[in-house]
């Protein structure tokens, strides 16, 4: 069971936009920044977004992050089929569930 | 180029240790945490613990705590991961990862992953 909630899976076609939710505590998301992150199989994880909603120079705008109290989004626009992938959320934790904590992540189908 | 390179694959029986290395070129390795994540075979990403080569300050995920160690040596800028005892749970692959240009949360760089099976 991971600190950060996510859904399973997400699924979308090509053009559409979806939206990514993951959902903490005040020890996390409510009091740290959210950090999302793009795992595609065999390769490392890649950095998405950091400090919420900020963007990597090489990360395309098509991605985009927010967060809200306890909760944050990644949000995809113009779906692409490269962009299925796992996604993750993560944040650093003050609790004893800390230094940091991802969320379950989330597999997201280009139908 | 700024990289983490980790130590290769590695096939272990239960009971036994190891050590797994991840080399960090072409910035200054001290003074940017390094963090471990676990991938366990068809699951998610675990935040392990961090180790700040600079002092060798550790901290660990409730748990890992007890169960690895981390360390680093800034002379060879090398952070390790290590096991006493392993066991079959401990398959997976593991990534060293740092925060270089956007604070040292927002892991950019990774290393390449290393694989440990631990089989009997």
């Known amino acids: 069971q991971s600190v950060l909630t996510q859904p399973p899976s997400a699924s979308g076609t090509p053009g559409q936009r979806v939206t990514i939710s993951c959902s903490g505590s005040s020890f996390n998301i409510g009091s740290n920044y959210v950090y999302w992150y793009q795992l595609l199989p065999g390769t490392a994880p890649k950095l998405l977004i950091y400090r919420n909603s900020q963007r990597p120079s090489e990360v395309p705008d098509r991605f985009s992050g927010s967060k809200s109290a306890t909760s944050a989004s990644l949000a995809i626009s113009g779906l692409r089929s490269e962009d299925e992938a796992v996604y993750y959320c993560a944040a650093w934790d003050d609790s004893l569930s800390g230094p940091g904590v991802f969320g379950g992540g989330t597999k997201l189908t280009v139908l | 180029e700024v990289q983490l390179v980790q130590s290769g694959a590695e096939v272990k029986k239960p009971g036994e240790s190891l050590k797994i290395s991840c080399k960090g070129s072409?910035?200054?390795?001290?003074?940017?945490?390094i963090t471990w994540v676990r991938q366990m075979p068809g699951k998610g990403l675990e935040w392990m613990g961090v180790?700040?080569?600079?002092?060798?300050?550790?901290g660990y995920g409730p748990s890992f705590q007890g169960q690895v160690t981390i360390s680093a040596d800034k002379s060879i800028n090398t952070a390790y991961l290590e096991w006493n005892s392993l066991k079959a749970s401990d398959t997976a692959i593991y990534y060293c990862?740092?925060?270089?240009?956007?604070?040292?949360?927002?892991?950019?760089?990774w290393g390449q992953g290393t694989m440990v099976t631990v089989s009997s």
């Open positions: 180790v700040y080569p600079g002092d060798s300050d550790t």
């Open positions: 990862a740092a925060g270089y240009n956007y604070g040292y949360a927002a892991f950019d760089i």
């Open positions: 072409g910035y200054n390795f001290a003074t940017f945490w």
